[in-house]
């Protein structure tokens, strides 16, 4: 007869809290390359400490709600938003308001979250003096086909001669 006895083990491990900068940090990187659940945890966690801001500029001058737009996620938009990130904030680089940036990279469903919480089409202006919406503008031009260049009086309009 052969018998066993198994020990469990258990381990306790401390973990250091975070600081205001390495929670801001954290959320930053979630925000560019994690899940909307990841991305509250990360809110969540800044939250609970003194300080913690939503809105804290981290590389590029660009806050959590900059990244998020450029990344299109709706849901990590929306988190942001429902933390208290600003609609307003702009980047140092360019100017750009995260609804700027969302337009600038057509992530168009990011672009209806921002608007739907109050993000204005016209202010703010960026370094060049564009809106948002003339970010959009120029995005759709760019999306137009192009006329094309061509034999002269070549019948254009192709109505098919149907006066159509």
């Known amino acids: ?5 198994a020990t469990t083990t258990t381990t306790t491990t401390t973990t250091t809290p975070m600081t205001r900068k390495e929670a801001e940090t954290a959320l930053l990187e979630a925000v560019r390359g994690s899940t909307p659940a990841k991305v509250r945890r990360c809110i969540d966690r800044l939250g609970d400490i003194e300080g913690g801001d939503v809105n804290a500029r981290g590389f590029g001058d660009v806050t959590p709600l900059h990244a998020a737009a450029w ?3 709706p849901a990590i938009v929306q988190a942001l938003l429902d933390a208290g990130a600003s609609t307003d904030a702009v980047d140092a680089e360019s100017g750009f308001s995260p609804l700027h940036r969302a337009f600038h990279f057509g992530a168009l469903r990011a672009a209806a979250v921002l608007l739907a919480n109050g993000a204005s089409l016209t202010s703010p202006l960026d370094v060049a003096g564009r809106s948002p919406v003339d970010v959009l503008s120029c995005k759709l031009r760019h999306l137009l086909p192009r006329p094309s260049v061509g034999v002269v009086g070549g019948g254009g309009g192709g109505g098919g001669g149907n006066g159509h």
């Open 1 to 5: 007869m052969v018998t066993s006895s």
């Open 71 to 73: 990344r299109g996620d």
